[in-house]
C-alpha cells in the first residue's frame, strides 16, 4: 500500500505560481513512476504528465507544456508540480498518482494509488 498526499494548492491570479508537493508513504517510493491528473468541475479526470522512477524522464501534455514541471526527490519520497504561468483554465482539483508498471500512463485506471487531491484556483 501506498498512501499519498498532496499539498501547496490554492487561490493565485493568473500568470501567478503555485508549486504543489506530493508525499508518499508506506512502499517504496522509488518503485512507482508518478503522475500528476486534474479534474475541474464537470469535467473527467485528465492527465497531466507524469515522471519516471528515477525522475530522467518526464513527460507532459500540450496544455502545460512549458509552463509545468514536474520533478521528484526519491530520498524525501515526494514529487513535485511545478506550475508556472497559470491560467484559469488550469482550475481543478490536482491529483497525485502512483503506479509500478510503466511510467507516462495517461489513463487514471492504469494508476494504483491516489492521493486526496489539492484545490488550484486561478483568477482572471
Known amino acids: 500500500q501506498v498512501h499519498l498526499v498532496e499539498s501547496g494548492g490554492g487561490l493565485v491570479q493568473a500568470g501567478g505560481s503555485l508549486r504543489l508537493s506530493c508525499v508518499a508513504s508506506?512502499?517504496?517510493?522509488?518503485?512507482?513512476?508518478m503522475g500528476w491528473f486534474r479534474q475541474a468541475p464537470g469535467k473527467e479526470r485528465e492527465y497531466v504528465g507524469g515522471?519516471?522512477?528515477?525522475?530522467?524522464?518526464?513527460y507532459y501534455v500540450d496544455s502545460v507544456k512549458g509552463r509545468f514541471t514536474i520533478s521528484r526527490d526519491n530520498a524525501k519520497n515526494t514529487v513535485y508540480l511545478q506550475m508556472n504561468s497559470l491560467k484559469p483554465e488550469d482550475t481543478a482539483v490536482y491529483y497525485c498518482?502512483?503506479?509500478?508498471?510503466?511510467?507516462?500512463?495517461?489513463?487514471?485506471?492504469?494508476?494504483?494509488?491516489w492521493g486526496q487531491g489539492t484545490q488550484v484556483t486561478v483568477s482572471s
Open positions: 498518482a502512483a503506479n509500478s508498471k510503466r511510467w507516462g500512463l495517461p489513463q487514471p485506471y492504469e494508476y494504483d494509488y
Open positions: 508506506g512502499r517504496t517510493f522509488s518503485n512507482y513512476a
Open positions: 515522471i519516471s522512477w528515477s525522475g530522467g524522464r518526464t
